[in-house]
């Protein structure tokens, strides 16, 4: 009995694969799922960058109870008040946890740009092996 290489195996059921146009509308709709799925992430990613924009340019302005806390908290310089110190403190956590938020969604649209491709390239080869087979049928 002559030995079949695993390579040859591969190729062999590969090309004889029975690929059904379900199969494929089922990849793209999955595909397309995932595209939906990266437009509304980076969509939120915009949105994010636009309130932190606008955020940014409040907090530069002394207006609002904010600003009012702030010109009476301030004092001669070397002699901060607590409560002026646990406004900063809470004003400058804000953008980092925005920060870090845009990072694990940026992380979520890599991993999903990746899929994508994934799904482009195997929904390809679905293709492919669709014609193959109706190559060999004929």
Request: proline fraction near 4%; include cysteine.
């Amino acid at each position: 009995m002559p030995k079949i290489e695993p390579q040859t195996l591969l190729t062999v059921c590969a090309y004889y694969r029975n690929v059904t146009d379900t199969d494929i509308l089922a990849l793209e709709r999955r595909l397309l799922q995932t595209m939906d799925m990266i437009i509304s992430k980076k969509k939120r990613m915009a949105m994010t960058r636009r309130t932190m924009f606008q955020k940014g340019e409040e907090h530069n302005k002394p207006s609002g109870f904010w600003g009012m806390i702030k010109s009476v908290t301030t004092s001669a310089p070397g002699s901060e008040s607590i409560l002026y110190l646990c406004l900063i403190l809470f004003l400058s956590s804000g953008p980092k946890a925005e920060e870090s938020y845009l990072t694990v969604i940026q992380q979520e649209v890599d991993a999903l740009e990746e899929l994508s491709r994934q799904l482009f390239l195997e929904t390809a080869d679905l293709y492919a092996t669709k014609v193959q087979s109706k190559e060999t049928e004929v």
